[in-house]
Every structure is written in C-alpha cells, then in structure tokens.
C-alpha cells in the first residue's frame, strides 16, 4: 500500500517557530510533524510514502523520515501545482496500481488508516474523504427570549462536518485530478455530483498546524499522550 503526502508548504505563517524548515517538517515534541503521519500510516499497513514537496527539499525529507518504517520518496514540484496538482504529479511515482491514500502533511490527525480505506471499499465509491466536526474556538452563550443571558458553556464542536484532508483514491478518480490547482474546488464537486464520492466520519483528532498558537496546541498535545512518540 503507498500513500502520498502534501508537503509543499512555506510556513509562512508560523514565521521563526518554524525554524526556516518546511512546514511538514516542523519539530513536534522532537520529531517532524509528518513523522507522526508516516507512523500512522504504517500501522495501517503502508510501505511506501511519496511526499510532494517544493523543489531542492527531497533529500531533507528522505534524511528526516527514513528509518520509521516506510519507504520515503519525493516529487519535487519545480513550480507550485495546488494541492490537486501536486497529489497527481506525485502520483506519478506510485509503483502500485489501484487504490492510494492521500494527506495533507501538516496536521496531527488521528484517522484510522485502515478502517478509512475499509470504507472506502466497502462504499465503492471512486473516492472517500474523511469528514471531522472541529472544535469551535468560542465558547456559547444562553440568550433567552427576552435577551437575558442564562448561562455559558465551554466551546463544543461545531454542528456540521468539514472536509479533513485525509482521502482515499482509486485510479478513476486520480487521473480525473486536474495537473494544477485544488481538486476539491474541482474533482471532488464533479464527483459528488455523480454519486461517486462518500466520508467517512472522524471523531479523534485532528490539528492543523498552521500558526505558532496550533504548533503550541500540537506540542501540548503530543506531551499529554506520550503514545504518539511510539508511532
């Protein structure tokens, strides 16, 4: 089983928490963000992890994330191709046919490779993303009628189901991923509107680690559950 990682971004946002290194390869709790990713997904049973990165960091990746189990292999986009772009040049590299899981390299998320492929299968759709209700960052406040507050309540998740980044594809729905640009402004619309998309609902963790408040909130995270440092 291979799978393939987004891995092209700048960081721009995390500014020196990042330490002039790619976003994906962020320090976690002493390992790279996407190390946690790769353990994941070699649990599930994936021997093969292409990562689409910018061009002139393939080594950096191969030298960080070799040694946890699976094969590293890059795509170096020489210009930037959109994450639908880059999932169909780096697919590219597969050395297997049929079905292939895909992921954005800078979360700390907590999907279940395998029962997320099990789905996609047992759906038979020609993709399947998983779908998480995120935490909403305010807390609720209980206004009556008359506008008098009753009470609050700790921020709980939001009410609808957001797309998490994590897909599993067959071979129909990768060679219909545009060469450049978003597939989910794209392909996924053109497949929902045949019937041929399905989610799979995620209730476990999922970060993005995008600033340095969701580095720090990864951090934590991996600090409380000393278990991700075994994947």
């Known amino acids: 089983m291979e799978a393939i990682i987004l891995a092209g971004g700048k960081a721009e946002r995390l500014g020196d928490a990042a330490g002039g290194r790619p976003k994906s390869l962020v320090d976690v709790a002493g390992r790279p963000l996407a190390a946690y990713q790769v353990g994941r997904l070699a649990q599930a049973g994936v021997t093969r992890v292409i990562f689409a990165c910018a061009a002139g960091q393939g080594d950096l990746f191969v030298s960080e994330l070799s040694g946890i189990g699976p094969e590293i292999v890059v795509a170096e986009e020489r210009e930037r191709l959109g994450r639908g772009g880059g999932i169909r040049f780096a697919a590219q590299e597969r050395v297997e046919e049929g079905d292939v899981l895909a992921l ?48 609050f309540e700790e921020a709980g998740r939001v009410p609808y189901w957001v797309n998490c980044g994590n897909y599993v594809l067959s071979e129909e729905a990768l060679a219909r991923f545009p060469e450049q640009g978003d597939h989910e402004s794209s392909t996924f619309p053109e497949l929902a509107a045949e019937g041929r998309l399905r989610a799979y609902r995620h209730d476990g963790l999922w970060l993005t680690v995008n600033t340095p408040k969701e580095l720090r909130v990864a951090q934590e995270h991996v600090a409380a559950h000393p278990e991700w440092l075994e994947a």
């Open 104 to 151: 954005n390299g800078d979360e700390l998320v907590a999907v279940d490779f395998s029962a997320l492929l099990d789905a996609h299968r047992d759906g038979g759709a020609l993709a399947t993303i998983a779908v998480a209700r995120p935490k909403s960052q305010f807390g609720l406040v209980d206004v009556g009628d008359d506008d008098v507050v009753r009470g």
